[in-house]
């Protein structure tokens, strides 16, 4: 199952959403500031796709900035982000789409990527 995090009014969540639906791909999508994933969730994320911890977090965001993250988030334990991921889905890179059995990850939307990865 594909699992959608998206912050429904971002432009570029709806473009990702665009292509699912025109390629009648299903998804399973939540809202970013109502439901975030586990920080066990997370975890798994990092550990399936050795993925860097920073590729996580919208770095250009204004929760991002205003936290001061660019500074502080090396000083964080692992923990300590993600549960400032799982407590605050603004900080987390959209649209970020997993499917753990098909080994997906999409952070961000670049068509070509998704495209790829899911056609």
Known sequence: MLYIYEYPTCSTCKKAKKLLTTHNIEATYFNVKEATPTVDTFK??????????KK?????????????LKNKLDTLSLDEALELLHNNGMLI??????DFENDILLLGFKEETWETALL
């Open 93 to 98: 890179k959209r649209p970020l789409a997993f």
């Open 56 to 68: 996580l977090f919208n770095t250009s965001g204004l929760v991002y900035k205003e936290l001061d």
């Open 44 to 53: 798994k994320i990092i550990e399936t796709f050795d993925l860097p911890l």
